[in-house]
């Protein structure tokens, strides 16, 4: 199956900003939609944001509404998060999935491929 690899995360201060990235390998990802989640320790993974294959429609979670937006790149078969106004309480490990069909959806159970994740760790 399709390898993912996402790279983008760091340390950062409150209100900054960060741009995870995902790449496969073995298989392109241009007719699936993907999406991002995050997992916080001692808690269940969560919904972030998800994108369809043709990047014409995102769904973000209402927690970063208004803050992180999800892109997609399907010549360079790439997926990006672009997270601004950064919080403590967004501090996770931040992974990238391929979802099982063209449509996104916001459970974890719909996406069929996942990356290693990355993390990222908001500061006050």
């Known amino acids: 199956q399709v390898q993912l690899v996402e790279s983008g995360g760091g340390l950062v201060q409150a209100g900054g900003s960060l741009r995870l990235s995902c790449a496969p390998s073995?298989?392109?990802?241009?007719?699936?939609?993907m999406g991002w989640f995050r997992q916080a320790p001692g808690k269940d993974r969560e919904f972030v944001a998800t994108?369809?294959?043709?990047?014409?429609?995102?769904v973000v979670a209402d927690s970063v509404k208004g803050r992180f937006a999800i892109s997609r790149d399907n010549a360079k078969n790439t997926v990006f998060l672009q997270m601004n106004s950064l919080k403590p309480e967004d501090t996770a490990v931040y992974y990238c999935?391929?979802?099982?069909?063209?449509?996104?959806?916001?459970?974890?159970?719909?996406?069929?491929?996942w990356g290693q994740g990355t993390q990222v760790t908001v500061s006050s």
């Open positions: 994108i369809t294959w043709s990047g014409g429609t995102t």
């Open positions: 999935a391929k979802s099982r069909t063209v449509y996104g959806l916001r459970s974890a159970g719909a996406y069929d491929s």
């Open positions: 073995g298989r392109t990802f241009s007719a699936y939609a």
